[in-house]
């Protein structure tokens, strides 16, 4: 068929070598397409006697060997596309490229997914001026980019992608003003992001991810107005990110993960209308608050700011991003409740909030029933199902009865122990109080909590701390007592802002013997403190002082231990007398703490002798 003008196998399983006469069978031959086969071997040198070939498509193979640098002489060669084969070549640079400069006409000229792992030459600058693709991902090229690639003026796609090439970005790329798309990432390419990248006005593309780039992201790239698909990510750029940005009109994805990008989103974000369906800023170290604005990325499906420093709430407005897909905010300081407005969510597939200070109950509804542990975990006060490995959240009830402390909030805290926390709290009629809360994750505090109760029902003295009410059920116990605006003794004794005088510390004294007669005698069943120390005597705006933290009841013929011991166990009496002595330690104790003078009680009893002062 010497006639042959245009030859086209595309896509079948023909395999096997192309002859070696090839081009003398068909000397007419115009276009040549044998994609997506099986084919094998060498490209043979006789191709070039089909001299009126305008386009040769031999893409995705099994072809070996070098390409003939023969290939040059094609003057009417338009297109020539190899990619996806098993070509290598001879020697340290990309020869058959030299060759190709003598094909003037050529426009497409892609090789890409061969291992040649060799050397760009600096001929490339030479190239045919109509060329508007090259495409040469995947080929282990090494080196630099020669800087003549910015003659090649009608270049509207450059792919160097996936590549090993190192050295500095040309600024020459700058002169490829019809340059749409322009593919660079996963290489090792340094420095910074060339000035001239902002005379690119017909740059619609650019991928710069994987390499080395640093410094920062020129403001100018905000300009280009046909800019849409942004990636800058996994570099060490260190700016802010330029406001130019969040002003663009045409931005479709932008990708800054993985760099040091530091400084706050702006509240203006979202008010350009952008059709922006991708944000990905993860892995940086951004701070201040999320903007509600964010909301109105209405085309929005992926966004993740993962890994950063934001701190303040999630913003109500994520609801409204109807066509959200994926959602990230872990690892960041963010805090409140999880807003029940992105149940709304009806296309989220990925949910992750995890390692923040979030509180309160995880919503149920809309695709929230899909999400598993994973997407919470690492944020101590969330509740919800059993099995977010959270806390069940606590009933309605029992919420309002701790309304006084404003949600449990960290400036209404007043310490914390081995087996909860205590707040400070201000109930509806004005009477303050302190709330001790049980952590329920420990059994001896829940151990504590029924001892507690066991024993404060039936006692009562003017020295003992008045519980109130509590409040009690399989998620949530605690304790509403007397509020002691003037602190621990502990506090007075070691404080150098405070002091006591004499009168008080024997009143104080005598307070605290009060209470340990009181709880040795003026019960049926005897009980013992066992962990009296400064800090478990509290002291009223008059004062006065209060025993808390009851801990052991002994049986009228026994003294076997009948409960478990409050408080901290780690201080004990370190003797094993009778009560009085316990007494007289007690009292020992209290005043030899005084940095100013020491003082001791001989022979203290339930009507206190004598009081001796030395």
Known sequence: MSTLKKLDLTKNSFSGSLPADFGFRFPNLQELYINFNKFQGILPNSIINASKLSSISIAANSFTGSIPITFGRLQHLE?????????????????FLS??????????????????????PASIGNLSTSLVTFQAHECGIKGNIPSGIGNLTSLRMLGLDNNELEGNIPTTLGKLQNLGQLFL?????????PQQFCDLKNLGELYLSHNRLSGIIPPCLGDIGSLAWLFLDSNTFTSTIPSTLWRHKSLVSLNLSSNLLIGKLPSSIGSSNSPLNGLDLSFNRMSGEIPSSIGTYQMLNKLSLAHNKLQGSIPESLGALISLEFLDLSQNNLSGLIPKSLEALRHLQYLNLSYNWLQGEIPIGGLFSNFTASSFMHNKDLCGAQKLQVLPCRSKQHESRALATKSFDQSNLIGNGSYGSVFKGELSDGVTVAIKVFNLLSERAVKSFNVECEVLCSILHRNLIKIISSCTNMDFRCLVMEYMSNGSLDQWLYSHNNHLNLVQRLQIMIDVASALEYLHHGQTTPIIHCDLKPSTVLLDGDMNARVCGIAKIFGE?????????????????????TVPFAQTYMALHVISESPHFKCGVIGLTSTLTHVDIY
């Not at 006409?105 to 997914?113: D, E, R, V």
């Not at 990432?185 to 992001?193: A, F, M, R, T, V």
């Open 557 to 577: 013929e026994e003294f076997i231990l009948r409960t478990a011991t409050l408080g901290t166990i780690e201080y004990m009496a370190p003797v094993k007398g």
């Open 185 to 193: 990432e996963n290489n090792k390419l340094q420095g910074g992001i």
């Open 99 to 120: 060759s190709l400069t003598n094909s003037r006409k050529l426009q497409i000229l892609s090789f890409a997914q061969n291992p040649f792992k060799a050397f760009l």
């Open 79 to 95: 297109v020539f596309v190899c990619g996806g084969n098993y070509f290598t070549t001879q020697g340290s640079e990309l020869n």
